[in-house]
């Protein structure tokens, strides 16, 4: 080796395998050819992800010279293989669907992964990049903050409202992460499922909904309307990126009574002191039809003449109708005299009327007793 001084300070190194970098004393050696003698980490660590998603950065390393200068040799097609964890906390590779995944260096030494995606469980751990070069590691973490793991039904969960009529509450939800919290911007859909014709619809008309979480992970359906139908039935609430189902029991319930008719004992008689065989009944129904439970009836039979005597009430019954809008009147026995008359049933605020018309056959006449003559 002969160096050679240029100046106060400076200097130069002529060799066939060695050079000095000009600057000053003390300035970096380089050799020529400079080939890589190590491998480091260029880009992708540490960094975290939510579970089932992709890392933003792809894992990267680099060929270097430990000398610090820079390689005058190619570098291309050393072969890297990057290898997560077989189990808990990992990822998978795009390229491969598995845990590992082998690339070749570019022309300036670099490699870089294909893309990164963790899988469903949350933790820390490492991914290991080797190479002839040796072995080098990311620090990368699955979080499930942020991620949805519940959602729950907050509000309007079970309530009913009149056919045609608008339900108190809109319904509501929460999504919540695997630490309880909130899930904020995420969609919630509403979809309410009719049964035997009962349903509702939302404000728009359609039967399914759209809203999305505020910042306490709340979100609340528009307003829904029953329709004409009475009945129950569900709505539930749905989001992406989870199986869970928020669900919702809701009721259409009948509308005022609108109407009362006689059932089959409308017309009918019987012998005094025989109670009519069909009993006195009748239906009352709201103006779509729908047969209207709980509704108060009251049965009257004239007060004199032919008539009759509910059991237990006299001439006069209250019953109130059953949960399929049937109200049947206590037994009915004729009074012993002979005729015809009318039993009216009646519903306060509806008009007509029902009636039923019924006939005393009145006492069975005594046989006669026949003497003979000369007796």
């Known amino acids: 080796m002969r160096i050679r001084t240029l100046a106060a300070g400076w200097s130069a190194l002529t060799l066939s395998t060695v050079a000095i970098i000009a600057g000053p004393v003390g300035a970096v050696t380089c050799p020529t050819p400079n080939s890589p003698d190590q491998m480091v980490v260029s880009a992708g660590t540490p960094q975290t992800t939510k579970i089932t998603t992709p890392f933003l950065t792809d894992l990267a390393v680099a060929l270097q010279s430990s000398s610090g200068c820079p390689l005058t040799t190619s ?17 998978i590779f795009s390229s491969t669907g598995t845990t590992a995944a082998t690339v070749g260096t570019s022309s300036s030494g ?3 992964a294909p893309a990164f995606t963790a899988n469903d469980s949350s933790g820390s751990y490492a991914v290991v990049a080797t190479s002839v070069y040796g072995s080098v590691s990311f620090s990368l973490t699955n979080t499930a903050a942020g ?9 309007g969960t079970r309530q009913s409202a009149p056919v045609g009529a608008v339900f108190d509450s809109p319904l509501r939800t929460r999504l919540t992460d695997a630490q309880g919290g909130p899930i904020a911007g995420a969609t919630v859909t509403f979809t309410i499922a009719a049964k035997n014709g009962a349903t509702a619809t939302f404000v728009a008309g359609a039967p399914v909904a759209n809203a999305v979480t ?6 609340t359906s528009p307003a829904l309307t029953a329709n004409t139908t009475t009945g129950s039935y569900t709505a539930s609430a749905t ?11 809701l009721t259409n319930l009948a509308g005022a009574p609108y109407a009362i008719a006689a059932g089959a004992g409308a ?9 009519f065989t069909v009993p006195l009944a009748v239906i009352v129904t709201d103006s779509d039809k729908n047969r209207v439970a709980g509704a108060v009836v009251t049965f009257h039979a004239p007060t004199g003449g032919p008539t009759g005597r509910f059991a237990g009430s006299g001439t006069a019954a209250t019953i109130t109708t059953n949960p399929n809008g049937i109200a049947v009147a206590p037994t009915f026995t004729p009074n012993g005299l002979r005729g015809g008359y009318v039993v009216t049933a009646t519903v306060a605020g509806v008009r007509p009327l029902a009636s039923f018309a019924l006939v005393n056959q009145g006492l069975r006449p005594r046989p006669s007793l026949r003497i003979g003559h000369g007796s």
Do not use: L
């Open 75 to 91: 570098a291309a097609g050393v072969s890297v293989t990057f290898t997560a964890p077989t189990g808990g906390p990992t990822g």
């Open 110 to 112: 670099v490699a870089v």
């Open 147 to 155: 991620v949805v793991a519940a959602i729950a039904a907050t509000g």
């Open 214 to 219: 505020n910042s306490a992970g709340e979100a």
């Open 239 to 249: 989001t992406s990126g989870m199986t869970g189902t928020a669900m919702f029991q």
């Open 267 to 275: 017309r009918q008689s019987a012998p005094a002191g025989t109670p």
